[in-house]
């Protein structure tokens, strides 16, 4: 199985200030049909996670513009430009390249 | 508005087997596949597998083949993932997640089915 490691796994940010959660993969996420099934979710407590980023770098539809993907291969990367209340929670990479789909540790994002 | 909703808690005993059910609403789960993932308390997410809602063709986990079975019933837009020979391991939150048009990523996930599996 492919194995992701986030980090950090906890990130305390000021509110206003930037934050960024890196993601590596222990093989090439590229499939072959040339795509990278690479995302991105945010889970808030006691709520299901929610899609932020898909294939490395779209923002999924409703997502705010602060957040943003980056990567390629077998490391990524999310940031957010300015960390708002409401971005608390655990971030989640996902690889959807190979079965069986594979997750992150998750990075839990708290306000210092 | 599109949503999926899922079926109540469950408390079962070791050995039993679960039946967690995701009524789509909002649009018809033939168009999309549908994922299968879990989260054990205070734990990550593990992907247990998908079913195809248009041929009912099914893709599972290795860790789950052979315990897990995906269905749909096209008739009342609802899928259903079956568990058996539960352990206390198998004490998750279930959640039933749309894959997303055009990518492979769950964009619209059900509210969560609590399993608890105790003696």
Redesign the interface.
Known sequence: ?IVLTQTPLSSPVTLGQPASISCTSSQSLVHTDGNT?F?W?HQRPGQ????LI??IS?R?SGVPDRFSGSGAGTHFTLKISRVEAEDVGVY?C?Q?TQ????????TKLEVK | QEQLVQSGAEVKKPGASVRVSCQASGYLLTGYYLHWLRQAPGQGLEWMGWINGYSGDTDYAQNFQGRVTMTRDTSINTAYMDVSRLTSDDTALYYCARRAAGTLSPDIWGQGTRVTVSS
């Open positions: 199985d099934y995302s979710l299901p996670p929610r899609l898909y294939e779209n999924f989640y996902m959807a079965f069986p789909f594979t997750f992150g540790q998750g």
